[in-house]
């Protein structure tokens, strides 16, 4: 079966602008977390949707935000980009329900100038 | 919150040592998973432990998880270059999942 797709996989913004990503999950999986990812940092969690709601969120500023269609696609935005933003963005699928493994993407490379 | 912390940061070894990363939680995990992200990749899943003082192996490779279920290892036998990349444990309380910052690993042949 397909596995998780991101998109874009590169991406260069300039500081003040928006940006949206996007999240396709493996089918059947209701669970997409999303994590920031710079070097030395590991990874952060930014948030978790589950059934088209924010199960969970991690200490980001509200700049940043995503939401879950009823596909279970997600999209990721940021707003108002600083230079600090530059980094990977993956986000993850799983099937949600209790203990069970999370499959990455490729990830989106974030890159602000 | 739920807090996860990895040591060490960094390991750098030579081809046929032993490795071994540590992973700590501030509250009881439900279960704690392992995944490897190999240099310009992406974290793929290795294994899960569920159990108090849960055991297992995958070739050289042996994981743990602690009787209280706030800790979990893994030890590396004999380190091959294949083994380079950043090692991350997740634990996972109810349905939040946090990683650790992970432990980069570097294997000189």
């Known amino acids: 079966k397909a596995g998780v797709t991101q998109t874009p996989r590169y991406l260069i913004k300039t500081r003040g602008q928006q940006v949206t990503l996007s999240c396709s999950p493996i089918?059947?999986?209701?669970?997409v977390s999303w994590y920031q990812q710079t070097p030395g940092q590991g990874l952060q969690f930014l948030f978790e949707y589950f059934s088209e709601t924010q199960r969970n969120k991690g200490n980001f500023p509200g700049r940043f935000s995503g939401r879950q269609f009823s596909n279970s696609r997600s999209e990721m935005n940021v707003s108002t980009l600083e230079l600090g933003d530059s980094a990977l963005y993956l986000c993850?699928?799983?099937?949600?329900?209790?203990?069970?493994?999370?499959?990455f993407g490729q990830g989106t490379r974030l890159t602000v100038v | 919150g739920q807090q996860v912390m990895q040591i060490p940061q960094y390991q750098h070894v030579q081809e046929g040592e032993d490795f071994t990363t540590y992973c700590n939680s501030s509250t009881t995990l439900s279960n704690i998973q392992w995944y490897k992200q190999r240099p310009g990749g992406h974290p793929v899943f290795l294994i899960q432990l569920v159990k108090s003082g849960e055991v297992k192996k995958q070739k050289r490779l042996t994981f743990q998880f602690g009787e209280a279920k706030k800790n979990s290892s893994l030890h590396i036998t004999a380190t091959q270059t294949t083994d380079v990349g950043t090692y991350f444990c997740?634990?996972?309380?109810?349905?939040?999942?946090?990683f650790g910052a992970g432990t980069r690993l570097t294997v000189k042949p």
């Open positions: 997740a634990g996972q309380n109810n349905n939040d999942m946090r």
């Open positions: 089918s059947g999986h209701r669970s």
């Open positions: 993850a699928s799983s099937l949600g329900a209790g203990a069970s493994e999370a499959f």
